[in-house]
């Protein structure tokens, strides 16, 4: 029996018998939709916040205490460590900035007046990616000579002024006891944070919040610049290992380091594993799905016991019933997989639009798409293919 043929006898079969077939791909049709469309909306979602962490600088490390009730005060951060790091690895550093915050009171008509201090150098604009809008970053003179300039963003800038170009105003800042002055020197373009709403930030010398706060030199953190071409994790250890022989505190584990690239590990791992544990479970529809294929496949056989037996009676061989009944599986299960591919491509846009991430099918998906509908329709499809092929003509030619 030529191939064309048997393809042929598996359409008509199946066109023959339509909403039966239409249902025996139900469960095909459901598993391969819910599969295509959780693998591409993971890695819609993946490639969404890798490209947001990325924008917070990949070749950065930040150092912070490990522990801060370990930490005695000759370990503490200062700021004559962001020159010392400079100058000794200064072919691969570009920039040290300092990791320094504080909550401040808006003496202002705002809805929220708690704002969050930032101490900041001359690089730090760059390493934060801030984008400014009107004015300057905090310059070196600024620093130097700890001035009360301040940049805010452009949010804030609207709720105080009514207008986005706030540079050249100033606002009242409660700090404790003590209620300064700050002139807006640049106003910067808020970005929508990664965990949701947040306190307005506002950048301010380093050295003028180390006046107003008598924090005697202290950092929170640093933050240390690379250059592009140097591979970040063959150095955030050094730089570790750097500070402890300083500060004499080797081995005591006082410091750590995380960088963008550590959390765009963390993420993809963390979706990766999710994004299969769900399709796993949306997998066992298609086993539920197979199971129809081979429900539906064995009634074939018993209802065309007759034409078997006339097939074989005519010359048929084993191989030729077998691959009849078997391309008829395959054929079933694909078409599930065609259609259940089509619904998960509606269902990711649509997700796409609710979740606002620019969501496309996956090649991944559309590939095990494909293997996944063959290999139901291969392995459920044998074992009736292999029974009817095993007819005894001359008892198929009896059966009524």
């Excluded at 066109?15 to 469960?27: A, E």
């Excluded at 796993?280 to 034409?307: D, Y």
């Excluded at 991430?357 to 559309?366: E, F, H, N, R, V």
């Amino acid at each position: 029996m030529i191939l064309v043929e048997i393809f042929l006898i598996a359409i008509s079969s199946i066109w023959s018998n339509k909403i039966r077939s239409f249902l025996t791909m139900l469960g095909i049709i459901i598993g391969i939709s819910s599969v295509v469309t959780i693998i591409s909306l993971g890695n819609a979602t993946e490639a969404e916040i890798t490209g947001i962490l990325s924008t917070l600088g990949v070749n950065k490390v930040t150092l912070y205490y490990d522990g801060t009730e370990k930490i005695r005060p000759d370990d503490r951060l200062h700021y004559n460590d962001m020159v010392l790091i400079m100058d000794n690895f200064e072919d691969e550093v570009i920039s040290v900035t300092p990791l320094i915050t504080m909550m401040v009171k808006l003496i202002e008509n705002v809805e929220e007046p708690g704002v969050v201090f930032s101490g900041v150098n001359e690089y730090s604009g760059e390493s934060d990616n801030l984008e400014l809008i009107y004015g300057r970053f905090i310059n070196e003179f600024d620093v130097d000579g700890y001035k009360k300039n301040v940049i805010i963003d452009n949010e804030l800038s609207s709720e105080l002024f009514g207008d986005i170009d706030s540079t050249g105003r100033s606002i009242l800042v409660s700090s404790g006891k003590i209620t300064s002055a700050y002139n807006i020197v640049g106003v910067y373009e808020k970005k929508e944070s990664l965990f949701g709403e947040t306190s307005a930030t506002t950048y301010v010398p380093y050295t003028t919040m180390d006046m107003v706060f008598n924090l005697q030199g202290e950092l929170g953190g640093l933050v240390v610049n690379f250059y592009e071409k140097i591979d970040v994790t063959a150095y955030d250890s050094k730089i570790v290992n750097f500070i402890e022989r300083y500060k004499g505190n080797e081995g005591e584990n006082k410091y750590a380091t995380f960088s963008a690239e550590d959390q765009i590990e963390m993420v993809s791992t963390a979706l990766a594993t999710l994004t299969i544990f769900v399709s796993a479970i949306a997998a066992i529809s298609l086993l539920v799905g197979g199971i129809g294929v081979m429900n539906i496949m064995l009634v074939s056989v018993t209802e065309r016991t007759k034409e078997i037996g006339i097939r074989k009676a005519m010359g048929a061989q084993h191989k030729d019933i077998m691959l009849q009944f078997l391309i008829e599986a395959l054929m079933i299960s694909l078409l599930g997989g065609i259609v259940g591919t089509t619904l998960g491509i509606i269902f990711i846009n649509i997700a796409g639009n609710l979740m606002e991430i620019p969501a496309t099918l996956s090649i991944d998906a559309l590939i095990l798409a494909i293997i996944f509908s063959s290999s139901v329709g291969i392995f459920f499809g044998m074992y009736p293919a292999n029974k009817a092929a095993s007819l005894d003509p001359i008892e198929a030619l009896r059966y009524e």
